[in-house]
């Protein structure tokens, strides 16, 4: 009989299992290394931030929001009427940042993006991301 703690049993497998550390690598193979962070090199972190999709040069977006954050990709929500075919950027309003993407996945309305570049806007002076500077200054807070 298995003791339940909070929302995590003993074996570490509940409702909410516990994270691996970096310093600790499973002991378990196959279908276990499937469950949860397990499937990924980086820790997640949960978030609730807005966010913007962006196409080509910036001048066609759409908000969203960032859900999961990790340095090598998110897990954004936006609506599924949206075609992401063309989408290259994500724009982090908050921090000014713009990561270039690709789609990992789509289920419904929650995406995966994958993080292949990363751009601080607040001190770039690439002509490429004029508009998106623009659209970032625009909607940034103060």
Not at 48 to 56: D, P, R, V
């Amino acid at each position: 009989m298995k003791r339940v703690i909070g929302n995590r049993s003993e074996s570490g497998f509940g409702r909410r299992s516990i994270d691996i550390g970096p310093g600790l690598q499973p002991t378990y193979k196959g279908s276990e290394r499937r469950i949860g962070v397990l499937r990924r090199a980086g820790a997640r972190a949960r978030s609730l931030l807005t966010g913007k999709i962006i196409f080509g040069d910036g001048r066609i977006s759409f908000d969203c929001v960032i859900r999961n954050l990790s340095a090598k990709g998110a897990r954004v929500r936006i609506s599924r009427a949206v075609d992401l075919s063309g989408a290259n950027g994500l724009l982090f309003i908050k921090k000014g940042l713009l990561f270039d993407t690709t789609i990992a996945w789509r289920r419904g309305d929650q995406i995966g993006l994958a993080f292949s570049g990363q751009h601080d806007l607040r001190g770039d002076v690439d002509p490429a991301h004029r508009v998106v500077r623009a659209l970032w200054a625009a909607l940034a807070p103060l």
